[in-house]
């Protein structure tokens, strides 16, 4: 995927950014929709663009098990990063 597009390279770049901004601790929640929605359009362009959600949802599970370790939620699917990791599963290739 080193050819993207303009607004791929927007788009994926987005999307990073949003989850590095938010961290661990900091609530994703309200972005969950709109990360799907972008990964969904990639993912429809091209394919290989599940490689990109599986880097996210990777991410996204890390720090759905750092916020229950440090008792930010009392139960790992309360997390936000849990249930974007839950949504992101559906482009992931090796998930299927």
Same mark, same amino acid.
């Given at each position: 995927?080193?050819?993207?597009?303009?607004?791929?390279?927007?788009?994926?770049?987005? #999307?990073?950014?949003?989850?590095? +901004?938010? &961290?661990?601790?900091?609530? !994703?929640?309200? =972005?969950? &929709?709109? !990360?799907?929605?972008?990964?969904?359009?990639?993912?429809?362009?091209?394919?290989? @663009?599940?490689? @990109? /959600? +599986?880097?996210? =949802? &990777?991410?996204?599970?890390?720090?759905? !098990?750092?916020?229950?370790? +440090?008792?930010? #939620?009392?139960? !790992?699917?309360?997390?936000?990063?849990?249930?974007?990791?839950?949504?992101?599963?559906? @482009?992931?290739?090796? /998930? +299927?």
């Amino acid at each position: 995927m080193v050819d993207l597009t303009p607004e791929q390279r927007e788009l994926t770049g987005a #999307v990073v950014e949003k989850v590095q +901004e938010v &961290d661990w601790n900091g609530d !994703i929640t309200p =972005y969950i &929709d709109g !990360i799907v929605r972008v990964i969904d359009g990639l993912v429809s362009q091209d394919p290989k @663009f599940g490689e @990109f /959600a +599986e880097v996210i =949802y &990777d991410q996204a599970t890390k720090w759905s !098990i750092a916020a229950w370790s +440090e008792n930010l #939620v009392p139960n !790992i699917a309360d997390s936000g990063w849990s249930q974007l990791s839950d949504r992101l599963k559906q @482009f992931i290739p090796s /998930a +299927e």
